[in-house]
């Protein structure tokens, strides 16, 4: 075989296709990844929201107030005292490090709460059974929700590190049970809303993207 002909064999084998394993492309990728900022005194929560609200009161006082000097001295009484709330407000705050998980995983989690908490269904009456007209309703299950709940928590929460940045990164379920017990509403609220934003934005990001975009350079 001549020099050409050899050159020629290098390039096409360089340009012929590989071959790749789906399976370990699917488990190698990455997934998206969130912090959650929660204050878990809600005392102190409460009183920093009444003085915003009085702050307010203060600030139109003083823009119509004809004893200026007393308005002015009552706005900065109230945002001293907010300042002081809100240091001690960032001493109670944590930090809950979230990643996303494959939906495959979703479902599976799902399942197993339906294992522990099997779907029950609402008994027809007889007319409808006579009509032909039966249709089957699942009876809710607080429960089961609470479980699959529990769950999600479980799987996507991976990190949370206190005000002084010390760290817990090992949640078994009764440690997720109790927490999700006792946790402040607002912050159930906050990381609930972010475990579904994980699984919801980059799909809608995908689907809504434009070819412009996802064009090779």
Avoid: C
Wanted: charged share 30%.
């Amino acid at each position: 075989m001549s020099d050409e002909e050899e050159i020629r064999k290098a390039v096409d084998e360089a340009k012929a296709p590989g071959t790749f394993n789906i399976v370990e492309v699917l488990q190698d990728r990455s997934y998206p990844e969130t912090t959650v900022d929660v204050f878990l005194d809600e005392g102190l929560v409460y009183r920093a929201a009444i003085l915003d609200e009085e702050i307010k009161v203060a600030e139109n006082n003083l823009a119509s107030s004809k004893n200026s000097a007393k308005a002015k001295a009552r706005l900065e009484d109230l945002t001293t005292k907010r300042e002081s709330i809100r240091e001690d407000l960032f001493k109670s705050m944590h930090t809950f490090y979230l990643t996303g998980i494959p939906e495959g995983k979703r479902e599976q989690i799902y399942a197993d709460a339906k294992k522990k908490y099997p779907v029950e269904y609402v008994p027809n009456n007889d007319l409808s059974g006579l009509l032909g007209n039966a249709t089957k309703e699942e009876k809710e299950s607080p429960e089961r929700d609470n479980l699959f709940t529990d769950y999600l928590w479980q799987a996507h929460i991976k990190k949370i590190v206190n005000n002084d940045g010390d760290e817990q990164t090992d949640f078994s379920y009764s440690t997720i049970s109790s927490m999700r017990h006792n946790l402040p509403l607002s912050a159930m609220i906050l990381i609930n809303e972010a475990i579904e934003k994980l699984r919801s934005a980059s799909a809608l990001f995908t689907i809504s993207t434009g070819e412009d975009f996802l064009a090779k350079p």
